[in-house]
């Protein structure tokens, strides 16, 4: 019940036009009613009449907000029963006075409780009524309440701000009223059709609104719908939100964008022109210098140029000697071997060695064709070819054919680990073992041991080439595979410093990665781990 502010307080009436009572009117009604109760008890001695009156007042405090007013209610109510036996003791039973007290005793308490109830309810209802009053009230966004017949009946202030209607001039008037004029006359079957099938609708929904407001000014709106149903009657919300503001960013970057694709169709055609003035004026400046350096024959320029073919040739003598020559030793080695087994039963040994020279010859004309193609492995023109093969063979052939390089009394050790049959390219796999084993000869004393070992687990599969060299200082290992770069305590040791450039681009052609462990005067170890089953690139095109 809600509580009055006024001092004469008057009946109020709910949207129903039901009557309520005030407080005030409700403790008079039960000051009256104990007046009339206590009086009818004294000379119409009945507990039915005492206790109905008391029950009565207990039910009146319901309409008064404080706990202590039921409870004053119950107590008085108490004080009037105990003072209703003391009258009527004579002449009745005693077991049928205390019986009838402890009827109206019971009565009087579960009244109590009921009323203390109701009340609980009550302020949590006015609790929930008053939130729900202030969201409507307070919400940004415009909330429009319709029923089945599109009539609205609610709008909350920011719904009346956005379309500037007051209260009365738009309660009771069809939804219509808030669209465009052009819109109106199929809204009403659109309407119909939500009714039969109410489903929740999200803001926008993919399709452009407008409201239009009292003085028929047209803006854009997203609207959002959720329908409800109570005592068999329909009723729409619409929560209403005026994107005006947004919809002139968008258009506003529109013209943005226009203007910034003209500007650059406008930077197109100047670099256009300007490249084209740049070429022919590059062609003059071409036919000016090719005349100068024609005209120009001074000794000093050609020494520089002397110099420079002569630098080139010997990086070019130095790289190939780098690269090519453990194929050429094991042509040597094999070749000479080949004319020890003269006889028909060494065929076998013969065709061995046979086979290893053309396996050296082919492998040094593929050496050739990348290292003169190092430009295209940075164009990404060579690519990995993917093809199962016997991992342990392989590096032991390479192994064995590096034995032709080895100073005096150098060995190399080999061992493997694991299964033997792998997924990769042999090619650049054999191409990077020659590397590594290479450099470990060369930066190795003689009478030592270069370890070579192999293992494959599980996908992956792991080379490492251990030597017993002059090792490389921590500030050179962190530019060891650029191009070119020689640690300093090998520059008077043969090499252009291509070598480990070339192994990093080949191991991550093969997915592998490198890791290096070096001690300066103790050593070096390089490992490759490389995947080993990857075969969707190992299958060719047939499928095997």
Not at 187 to 213: I, T, V
Not at 366 to 389: H, R, V, Y
């Amino acid at each position: 019940m809600e509580k009055s502010n006024s001092p004469t307080p008057e009946p109020k009436t709910d949207y129903r036009g039901m009557p309520q009572l005030t407080r005030s009117q409700a403790s008079w009604y039960a000051v009256a009613v104990f007046a009339v109760t206590v009086v009818l008890s004294y000379f119409l001695p009945g507990y039915t009449i005492t206790l109905s009156g008391l029950l009565v007042v207990i039910f009146l405090s319901v309409f008064v907000p404080t706990r202590s007013s039921t409870l004053i209610a119950a107590g008085t109510s108490l004080a009037v029963i105990l003072g209703f036996m003391a009258l009527n003791l004579r002449g009745i039973p005693l077991t049928q006075v205390w019986m009838e007290f402890y009827f109206m005793l019971l009565l009087v308490v579960f009244t109590t409780l009921i009323v203390l109830y109701i009340k609980s309810l009550i302020r949590h209802m006015q609790f929930d009524k008053s939130h729900m009053t202030s969201l409507f009230e307070n919400a940004t966004e415009g909330i429009i309440l319709t029923d089945d017949r599109g009539v609205i009946i609610l709008a909350n202030p920011a719904a009346l701000k956005m379309f500037a209607y007051a209260a009365p001039e738009l309660i009771g008037k069809p939804v219509e009223v808030l669209l465009p004029k052009r819109y109106r006359a199929g809204h009403g079957q659109l309407r119909e059709g939500f009714y039969k099938d109410p489903q929740n609708r999200s803001m926008g929904s993919g399709r452009d609104l407008f409201g239009q407001r009292q003085d028929g000014t047209a803006f854009p709106v997203e609207v959002s719908l959720s329908a409800y149903k109570q005592r068999n009657v329909q009723y729409v919300i619409a929560f209403i939100v005026d994107i005006t503001h947004r919809k002139e960013i968008e258009q506003s970057m529109l013209q943005q964008q226009q203007q910034l694709e003209k500007v650059t169709n406008d930077i197109r055609r100047l670099n256009a022109e300007l490249e084209a003035k740049v070429e022919e004026r590059t062609i003059i400046l071409k036919e000016a210098l090719q005349r100068l350096e024609q005209s120009q024959a001074e000794l000093s320029e050609a020494l520089d140029k002397e110099k420079q073919l002569s630098e080139i040739k010997s990086r070019f003598v130095s790289m190939a000697s780098h690269e090519f020559r453990t194929p050429l030793a094991a042509v040597l080695s094999s070749a000479s071997l080949l004319a020890k087994y003269t006889t028909s039963e060494q065929q076998t040994n013969r065709d061995k060695h046979i086979n290893r020279i053309k396996d050296s010859v082919k492998h040094l004309n593929d050496l050739l064709e990348d290292f003169l193609s190092l430009g295209k492995l940075d164009e990404g023109k060579i690519t990995a070819q993917f093809a199962p093969f016997a991992l342990q063979e392989t590096v032991g052939d390479t192994v064995e054919d590096m034995k032709g390089l080895l100073k005096e009394g150098q060995q190399i050790a080999y061992h493997h680990e694991g299964s033997d049959l792998v997924v990769s390219d042999k090619k650049f796999l054999k191409n990077i073992l020659i590397n590594l084993v290479s450099n470990a000869i060369k930066f190795s004393d003689a009478h030592t041991t270069i370890e070579v070992h192999s293992r494959v687990n599980g996908t992956t599969a792991t080379i490492a080439v251990t030597d017993k060299g002059i090792g490389i200082s921590e500030e050179d290992q962190k530019h060891l595979f650029s191009t070119f770069f020689r640690g300093k305590n090998a520059l008077n040791i043969q090499g252009t410093g291509l070598g480990l450039h070339i192994v990093k681009r080949y191991a991550d052609m093969l997915h592998g990665t490198l890791h290096l462990h070096s001690t300066l005067n103790v050593g070096t170890t390089i490992t490759l781990d490389f995947p080993i089953n990857d075969i969707g690139h190992g299958k060719d095109d047939s499928g095997n």
